[in-house]
């Protein structure tokens, strides 16, 4: 089993920063994906960025390209989603997902949202 937890969020005004963080209890397979999905009130859970095995192959949702950027550190199994330029549509529920997954799977659909391990997530608000 891998238990997830998240912390860095807060609340901002538009155009500011912040870093998410992930602590996860151990190193979850050889071979795995992890992300970060948001959800709004009233909208449903949607994939924000996603990350193959040792930091490789970013995959980001248009609306946060160029403005957010995932990493991972491996000695402290922790993963990041640094937040830049935030706007207040950014505003959502932050969790971390991890599970065990191929290349290929990834390739085919990097932000689909069929993740086993799921943080308790963490709040990020922007305000105009």
């Known amino acids: 089993q891998v238990q997830l937890v998240e912390s860095g969020g807060g609340s901002v005004q538009a155009g500011g920063s912040l ?3 992930c602590a996860a209890s151990r190193s979850p397979y050889s071979s795995y994906c992890m992300g970060w999905f948001r959800q709004a009130p009233g ?4 994939g924000v960025a996603v990350i193959y095995t040792g930091g490789s192959r ?5 609306s946060v ?13 922790t993963l990041y989603l640094q937040m830049n330029s935030l706007k207040p549509e950014d ?3 932050y969790y971390c997902a991890a599970k065990r997954c191929y290349y290929s ?3 085919r659909e990097p932000l689909s ?6 943080g308790q ?3 990020v608000t922007v305000s105009s």
Request: aromatic share 16%.
């Open 113 to 118: 949202d069929d993740y086993n391990y799921w």
């Open 43 to 46: 909208k449903e859970r949607e």
């Open 121 to 123: 997530g963490t709040q």
């Open 65 to 77: 390209k160029g403005r957010f950027t995932i990493s991972q550190d491996n000695a402290k199994n």
């Open 91 to 93: 505003t959502a529920m």
């Open 19 to 21: 870093r998410l963080s």
């Open 58 to 62: 970013p995959s980001y949702a248009d």
């Open 105 to 107: 799977d990834y390739a």
